[in-house]
């Protein structure tokens, strides 16, 4: 791999997800952005041995993490999943949920 470069991204306003850090553009972390429609989820799913950050840019939802529950989120939040944990995000409102997941590794 060669050696990451510094870069500007102008994120595209329709686009339902969209990678913004991966393979050759980082070390080890990983992004995107993610829209999601009202009533629709980005599936469940686990952080495994990475640990996640969402900055919520519009739009309100819920973040389940399971034996937890459901947490509200919405513009203006952040959420952190440590590793291992199973999580789903949920757009409860009736306007398009966006938000920004950074996935780094823990070891």
Do not use: W
């Not at 469940?44 to 840019?57: N, P």
């Not at 399971?66 to 590793?83: C, D, E, F, H, L």
């Amino acid at each position: 791999m060669s050696d990451p470069q510094p870069f500007v991204l102008a994120l595209p306003a329709a686009e339902d997800y969209i990678q913004i850090l991966g393979e050759g553009k980082s070390v080890a972390m990983h992004s995107g952005r993610v829209l999601l429609p009202p009533g629709k989820d980005c599936g469940k799913h686990t952080t495994g041995r990475h640990e996640e950050l969402i900055v919520v840019l519009s739009g309100e939802g819920d973040l389940e993490v399971t034996g937890i529950g459901r947490t509200k989120i919405r513009s203006g939040m952040v959420a952190y999943n440590p590793p291992q944990t199973e999580h789903n995000v949920i757009n409860t409102g009736s306007e398009p949920l966006a938000y920004v997941y950074v996935v780094a590794p823990t070891a």
